[in-house]
């Protein structure tokens, strides 16, 4: 690629869901080839091991992401993955150090201007996960299916020579929004974190990408997902943490490299909700 990389201190990204059907995979893969940074953050649902169990849903695209973590690593850059509950299995893999890539259930991250920072995937913080793990797993096929049905949709609209619609989006933000509202998740990470005498948590899982300072400074960052939101979080070489949201209309960051091109990969309806 000959495009110019922008860089940052850190980028934080999570819940690619890589092998699932709704997954953003192209747009992913051209963010991540347009950065360059020190420490590259994979918080959790990086590769689906729930719904991306047959070979036919793992394309080339998948693939292709994979390769381009490994070669961030090799680059010099720090790759810490911590592994949510559709990476489970990556789970047993913790305290493994491969070259630049570290396995780990958590991190701290200390920011450039001195913030200690919590970043962990968060499903443990979710009741559907850990009590009522029936629910959260009806929930991810509901998910999945639901996205199937609307490419089979679309795939005859085009056939039709037809536009594409999407009618799963609002009820696949249903589902994730009565599961984040229904267990208190943010809440519930933000005591626990705090607790730990930590200043702040990064943390994906519930697909609502945010950065919320708290009144005492605490900071609850949510790096968001790349199959409703595509979004990330940065650190840039000052400390500023900025929430990067190619889901969102184009902004002033619309001439900042491979802005738009990304955004051609992300899909042109529009996301108003801000869940
Ligand atoms: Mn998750």
Excluded at 120 to 133: I, P
Excluded at 233 to 262: M, P, Q, S, Y
């Amino acid at each position: 690629m000959t495009q110019e990389k922008t860089r940052y201190r850190s980028v934080f990204v999570s819940d690619l869901h890589l092998g699932a059907v709704g997954a953003k995979t192209e747009a992913a893969q051209a963010f991540l080839q347009s950065v360059t940074c020190d420490y590259l953050y994979l918080v959790g649902d990086v590769i689906d091991g729930w719904v991306g169990r047959k070979d036919r849903k793992w394309t080339s695209a998948h693939t292709e992401v994979i390769r381009i973590l490994l070669e961030m690593g090799n680059a010099g850059c720090t790759v810490r993955y911590t592994p949510g509950n559709h990476d489970a299995f990556m789970r047993r893999m913790h305290g493994v150090r491969l070259g630049n890539i570290e396995i780990e259930h958590s991190f701290l991250h200390t920011t450039v201007d001195g913030k200690d920072l919590l970043v962990v995937h968060g499903d443990l913080f979710d009741r559907t996960c850990t009590k009522y793990q029936p629910v959260a797993f009806v929930g991810a096929w509901m998910y999945e299916y639901l996205g199937m049905a609307n490419a089979t949709l679309n795939k005859k609209q085009i056939e039709r020579g037809a536009r594409t619609v999407d009618f799963t989006s609002p009820m696949k933000r249903g589902i994730k929004k009565f599961i984040g509202k229904s267990t208190n998740y943010e809440a519930d990470v933000i005591e626990s974190a705090r607790e730990d005498g930590f200043e702040g948590v990064v943390c994906g899982h519930v697909h609502r990408p945010q950065i919320t300072p708290e009144a005492d400074g605490f900071l609850y960052i949510n790096t968001g997902d790349w199959v409703e939101n595509c979004t990330a979080v940065v650190e840039h070489d000052n400390g500023t943490l900025e929430l990067l949201n190619f889901g969102r209309e184009v902004n002033e960051h619309e001439k900042r490299g491979a802005w738009e091109a990304i955004r051609s990969l992300v899909g042109t309806e529009s996301r108003n909700d801000p869940e």
